[in-house]
């Protein structure tokens, strides 16, 4: 696997490739990678000869107080890991790389009409940074398949919508979450939780799953879920940012001929903020 930081050598491996006839798919990460980040990988290499994954902590997709300085950075370890998955190239820019004008100048790719609910309202601006980094990673490999993962739901269904929206000729696949034994959604975050928060954490799933199964029932209370998981979350320690109940296509609110929901939660405890999602088909 080579380990490039430029965009001249990288696109001079792709045309290579190119001239071969080989397709390439892409993986975007920021980065201290787990077994979820792995099994998309695994994914993209089901798709095409051969893979690109990116690690490339994105300052714009970070609020004021977030995360962005203490993000944890492990790329020896993930090179390591990222070898022995057969990927093709580890793509590590600098900031300087992904943003030749600076960050404050840079330009801005939207979807406004997706951006500004669930994890949109809680993080403004996240999604535009994640459109814009997303935006210019395509640019830069040009691939003919991107994957990402079920975990960040609004997020690949952004992603999927500035690609047809912007008539990119790249296949969006999206892996499946992978969780530790007890259900926790696996994240980069995780670590960021205590011994007894990470004892408590997979309740979100939990209360996510118990919605899955009342809505494959027939219980079309959808307010009355939200707010029954709600509350159990905060008596078991939580902060609930939203329990919600969407349409999974457009995550609009359900109505009465939509046949495939997705229940969303994000909540946080102690440090972390952690989401997770579930699609059930009624």
């Given at each position: 696997?080579?380990?490039?930081?430029?965009?001249?050598?990288?696109?001079?491996?792709?045309?290579?490739?190119?001239?071969?006839?080989?397709?390439?798919?892409?993986?975007?990460?920021?980065?201290?990678?787990?077994?979820?980040?792995?099994?998309?990988?695994?994914?993209?290499?089901?798709?095409?000869?051969?893979?690109?994954?990116?690690?490339?902590v994105n300052p714009t997709q970070f609020g004021e107080n977030e995360d962005y300085d203490d993000y944890p950075r492990t790329i020896e370890r993930d090179t390591r890991k990222l070898k022995a998955t057969g990927a093709d190239v580890l793509f590590a820019p600098a900031v300087e790389t992904v943003y030749p004008f600076g960050v404050e100048r840079a330009t801005v790719v939207s979807a406004p009409h997706l951006t500004g609910d669930l994890c949109g309202a809680s993080r403004p601006g996240h999604f535009d940074g994640v459109t814009s980094v997303v935006a210019r990673l395509f640019a830069i490999v040009q691939p003919d398949v991107a994957?990402?993962?079920?975990?960040?739901?609004?997020?690949?269904?952004?992603?999927?919508?500035?690609?047809?929206?912007?008539?990119?000729?790249?296949?969006?696949?999206?892996?499946?979450?992978?969780?530790?034994?007890?259900?926790?959604?696996?994240?980069?975050?995780?670590?960021y939780l205590g011994e007894t928060e990470r004892a408590a954490a997979p309740r979100l799933h939990a209360e996510i799953e118990a919605i899955a199964r009342a809505l494959q029932t027939g219980r079309r209370d959808y307010q009355a879920l939200e707010s029954a998981a709600a509350q159990a979350l905060e008596a078991a320690g939580f902060r609930p940012d939203y329990v919600e109940i969407r349409r999974a296509q457009d995550l609009a609110k359900p109505d009465r001929d939509c046949d495939e929901i997705v229940v969303l939660g994000a909540a946080f405890l102690g440090a972390a903020r952690l989401i997770d999602n579930v699609v059930v088909t009624i």
């Open positions: 696997m080579r380990v490039l930081e430029d965009v001249s050598a990288l696109r001079e491996q792709l045309s290579e490739w190119r001239r071969n006839g080989e397709h390439v798919a892409l993986v975007p990460t920021m980065g201290n990678l787990h077994a979820g980040h792995l099994s998309l990988v695994e994914l993209a290499r089901e798709h095409a000869e051969r893979t690109v994954v990116t690690i490339f994957v990402f993962g079920q975990k960040d739901f609004q997020q690949q269904l952004i992603i999927r919508f500035m690609v047809e929206d912007l008539h990119l000729p790249i296949k969006i696949v999206t892996g499946p979450i992978v969780r530790d034994p007890d259900g926790l959604a696996m994240s980069s975050r995780n670590q």
